[in-house]
């Protein structure tokens, strides 16, 4: 089984930051790429950031040059940086690992920017 928690949600006003952490546990040997996903009212879920084993990063649009997405493998810690946070990031973020082409999520964590 893979158990992945994510923690670090919260209440921000817009322009603040937040960190958010996931930690997996359980048979993640294989596991390539990690990555983070939200929900915001209303809407689809969403790829947010993405890291590969070797280190290579992706970020939608909407969050390049506000958030940071970095894993320690020696942890099998994901993490997220989110800076200069703003109303439309709010949502629930779920953090994802990829074993031989399979995805396993999280429960997810709040994130809730005031404006």
């Known amino acids: 089984q893979v158990q992945l928690v994510e923690s670090g949600g919260g209440l921000v006003q817009a322009g603040g930051s937040l960190g958010l952490s996931c930690a997996a546990s359980g048979s993640i040997f294989g596991v390539t790429v990690m990555g983070w996903y939200r929900r915001a009212p209303g809407q689809q879920r969403e790829a947010v950031a993405r890291?590969?084993?070797?280190?290579?990063?992706s970020y939608a649009d909407s969050v390049k040059g506000r958030f940071t997405v970095s894993r320690d493998n020696a942890k099998n810690t994901l993490y997220l940086q989110m800076n200069s946070l703003q109303f439309d990031d709010t949502g629930v973020y779920y953090c994802a690992i990829e074993i031989s082409g399979r995805y396993y999520w999280g429960r997810g964590t709040q994130v809730t920017v005031s404006s």
């Open positions: 890291v590969t084993t070797s280190g290579r990063t």
